[in-house]
């Protein structure tokens, strides 16, 4: 089965606010520092699920955000293959919330890759924290350990 989802990382021009995942029992990503985000519901776009999911994760309200990348995690849970788009807040505002999904941290650009995580994680952080060009990846994971990925870069030709 296909599940479609985002991961939101917001941008203070420094720092990336990253959430550490240690509320929830049972969470497959416990104790690991990622981005907001989750499943996109019924009729919703990506968009519209990724300003959803950072408000009620985060209490913030988007006002600039750009798509990224899309990455294909295949069989990351048992019998599903997760299509996730990536997005970049740069302009938002509000008050941080206590996240019912873990702590809330702003992470220095410089600190963002150390912080413990999925590996590819790090791999698609990386091209975020340099700008790559928009994505198109594929990260292989097998019981719950990175195996390989796949990526292709696009830039657009604007006249």
């Known amino acids: 089965m296909t599940r479609l ?3 939101c990382y917001i941008d203070n021009g420094k720092e990336l606010l990253l959430l550490k995942r240690n509320k929830k029992p049972n ?3 416990e104790g690991k520092y990622i981005g907001v985000g989750g499943k996109i519901e019924a009729g919703e776009s990506p968009e519209e699920c990724a300003i959803r999911e950072i408000f009620e994760e985060t209490g913030l309200t988007v006002h600039q955000m750009a798509l990224k990348g899309i990455i294909t995690f295949p069989e990351f849970t048992p019998e599903h293959d997760w299509y996730t788009y990536v997005f970049r807040v ?3 505002s509000g008050e941080l919330i206590d996240s019912p999904e873990g702590t809330l941290e702003w992470v220095p650009y410089n600190q963002v890759l150390s912080k413990p995580t999925w590996q590819g ?3 698609f952080l990386s091209w975020l924290l340099e700008n790559r060009p928009f994505f198109s990846a594929k990260f292989i994971y097998e019981n719950g350990e ?3 990925h796949q990526v292709e870069f696009y830039t657009t030709n604007e006249q």
Do not use: G, Q
């Open 121 to 123: 994680d790090l791999i």
């Open 27 to 29: 969470d497959v990503h």
């Open 5 to 7: 989802a985002t991961i």
């Open 146 to 148: 990175y195996i390989r």
């Open 90 to 92: 740069t302009e938002f």
